[in-house]
């Protein structure tokens, strides 16, 4: 009995080895397996970071294709339309790229799948090198355009150089022209000073015996009472006999000064500083300096000057000779004054 004991205990023990045996066998099958993952994760992160080195070129000349356009003066459409091609370029390869990222978690998370998902990661990294392909593919093209922008940006350099060449060319010219006319306005203006003085000493030659007429600066001055009353803008007929003196004074100068000297003579009316009760013909002194301006100018017209050769103007009581309000500043302040100036 104790024999069949023992040989009980033989036939059980028998069975451990080839439990062993089987462990071992699927303990190498489950490394071979990781070993083959670990080297496609191996292999997948390797294009996975030569994908990210295309992408830094690729991001690094489409900067520098930036600063390019940056610098061109007058932007053409076409160079807009590759702007906007090189645009969506980038977001394609971005938008390939964070599909990359998706595929790698994904596959991480299948880590523990058999063969099948082995294949399917091949595929992936299949699918990624012919990606990465046309990614070498659209930079070459990139690089092209980035030459052919190169020399358009030459090309409108170099035209930009003839056109600042052509202007400074005719800035000097301006300025040649600037200076003689500059020259030739001083020489008339010259020429009407002389015919100025002339016509300011024939009117004290006419006019010498009135002490209401006189020449302040470069104006001739009649008190206003030598030509209207008090509040009107008609002339009386002392006025109109000295106006008659300045009229003919007027057609002699016209017929001296040269043509082409375009001058006026300027009748401006004053008056002081009072103001008009408002009940009257004129609302205001400003109504009234204007009127006696007109009139006087009416007058010489009336007389065979012409018309061309005179304006009328009226400034109220803002342009005093004397200040105060005593009488004899405000008799000065109310006057017309006759200015020889050009047009």
């Keep these: 009995?104790?024999?069949?004991?023992?040989?009980?205990?033989?036939?059980?023990?028998?069975?451990?080895?080839?439990?062993?045996?089987?462990?071992?066998?699927?303990?190498?099958?489950?490394?071979?397996?990781?070993?083959?993952?670990?080297?496609?994760?191996?292999?997948?992160?390797?294009?996975?970071?030569?994908?990210?080195?295309?992408?830094?070129?690729?991001?690094?000349?489409?900067?520098?294709?930036?600063?390019?356009?940056?610098?061109?003066?007058?932007?053409?459409?076409d160079l807009e339309d590759t702007i906007a091609t090189l645009t969506a370029n980038l977001g394609n390869a971005e938008a390939e790229r964070e599909r990359l990222a998706g595929l790698l978690a994904a596959s991480s998370s299948r880590a523990s799948e058999t063969g099948g998902a082995l294949a399917a990661l091949e595929s992936s990294l299949d699918d990624e090198r012919r990606i990465s392909q046309r990614a070498l593919s659209q930079v070459e093209l990139l690089n092209q355009q980035i030459a052919a922008l190169r020399r358009q940006i030459g090309a409108l350099e170099d035209a930009l150089d003839a056109s600042e060449n052509r202007d400074r060319e005719s800035q000097a010219k301006i300025a040649d022209l600037g200076r003689r006319l500059n020259v030739a306005l001083a020489q008339r203006v010259q020429e009407l000073s002389r015919y100025r003085s002339d016509f300011f000493g024939r009117l004290r030659e006419i006019l010498s015996q009135r002490s209401?007429?006189?020449?302040?600066?470069?104006?001739?001055?009649?008190?206003?009472?030598?030509?209207?009353?008090?509040g009107a803008d008609t002339i009386n007929p002392e006025g109109e006999a000295e106006l008659d003196k300045l009229a003919e004074a007027i057609k002699e100068l016209a017929v001296q000064i040269p043509a082409e000297i375009n001058w006026v003579l300027r009748v401006d009316g004053h008056t002081d500083a009072r103001p008009l009760s408002g009940t009257g013909r004129f609302r205001n002194n400003w109504e009234l300096s204007a009127a006696r301006a007109i009139s006087v100018v009416r007058y010489l017209i009336s007389q065979g000057v012409d018309p061309e050769r005179l304006v009328a103007a009226g400034f109220g009581e803002y342009q005093p000779l004397e200040p105060g309000d005593d009488p004899q500043a405000l008799a000065r302040n109310r006057r017309i004054e006759l200015k020889l100036t050009e047009r």
């Design 212 to 230: 209401d007429i006189r020449v302040v600066g470069d104006r001739f001055v009649f008190q206003s009472e030598v030509l209207f009353s008090s």
């Design 1 to 77: 009995m104790a024999g069949t004991r023992l040989r009980r205990r033989d036939a059980r023990t028998d069975y451990w080895p080839g439990f062993v045996d089987a462990m071992a066998a699927l303990l190498l099958v489950i490394i071979f397996l990781l070993t083959i993952f670990v080297l496609a994760q191996f292999f997948l992160g390797q294009q996975l970071s030569g994908r990210d080195t295309v992408l830094n070129r690729l991001n690094a000349q489409i900067s520098e294709l930036t600063e390019l356009l940056a610098l061109e003066r007058a932007g053409s459409r």
